[in-house]
């Protein structure tokens, strides 16, 4: 399976601030995905990272708060915007390796925890 | 919508066979079955996939019965190390079914004692 990683994989920011986490992919991969797992809870997808265009958001978050590039198939990033402290979440960048004749198979970076305080 | 059913909990002991059902009474023709677990503080990991009757790999097995309506996932003589939690997946986005396939429930948390 794919190697991802996550950059920061911790940090505390300030209330109103914009972190961008990294996700650096050792293969190329079609398929990338943001979530966010708050404390205690299961994850919510966030959005597809597409290549080359904009991301395809889900139900619940927008580009404004959550700003997400996609230059190649080994990277994208996720920015999470003028940040509140309901913001503090763990980010997990994904990759799908399923293949057309199989359903989805996700494997997952080791998160960015962040702490808006 | 495949939205599927899990335990909240589960406890068990250490060298038992656990048994996991999840309930996925509308999956879809094309839809996969696909399990993760998760320890504290990191991202999931995937476990195992099937469409129908049995699958086994190196860590557990997963049944699905004929009518694909449910599966039961299959741990085989746990550890201490095996207390997480587990997730079922049904869906499948290659097939036009959408994010299904990676919508997350809220899992079963499997707690093993010694």
């Known amino acids: 399976s794919a190697v991802i990683s996550q950059k920061p994989s911790r940090d505390i920011c300030q209330r109103g601030t914009s972190l961008t986490i990294q996700c650096q992919v050792d293969s190329q991969v079609t398929m990338m995905f943001w979530y966010r797992q708050q404390p205690g809870q299961s994850l919510t997808l966030i959005a597809t990272?597409?290549?080359?265009?904009?991301?395809?958001?889900e139900s619940g978050f927008v580009i404004d708060k959550f700003p997400i590039s996609r230059p190649n198939l080994t990277f994208s990033t996720l920015t999470v915007s003028n940040m509140s402290p309901e913001d503090s979440s763990i980010y997990l960048c994904s990759v799908d390796e399923g293949q057309g004749n199989s359903g989805n198979t996700i494997y997952f970076g080791e998160g960015s925890w962040l702490t808006v305080v | 919508l495949a939205k599927t059913t899990q335990p909240i909990s589960m406890d068990s002991y250490e060298g038992q066979e656990v048994n996991i059902t999840c309930s996925h009474n509308n999956i879809a023709t094309n839809d996969y079955i696909t399990w993760y677990q998760q320890f504290p503080s990191q991202g999931p990991r995937f476990i195992i996939q099937g469409y129908k009757t049995k699958v086994t790999n190196e860590v557990a097995s997963l049944f699905i019965p004929a009518d694909r309506k449910s599966s039961t996932l299959s741990l085989p003589r746990v550890s201490l190390s095996d207390t997480a939690v587990y997730y079922c997946?049904?869906?499948?986005?290659?097939?036009?079914?959408?994010?299904?396939?990676?919508?997350f429930g809220k899992g079963t948390h499997l707690i093993i004692q010694p």
């Open positions: 990272a597409n290549q080359g265009s904009e991301a395809t958001y």
């Open positions: 997946l049904v869906g499948n986005m290659y097939s036009g079914g959408g994010a299904d396939g990676l919508t």
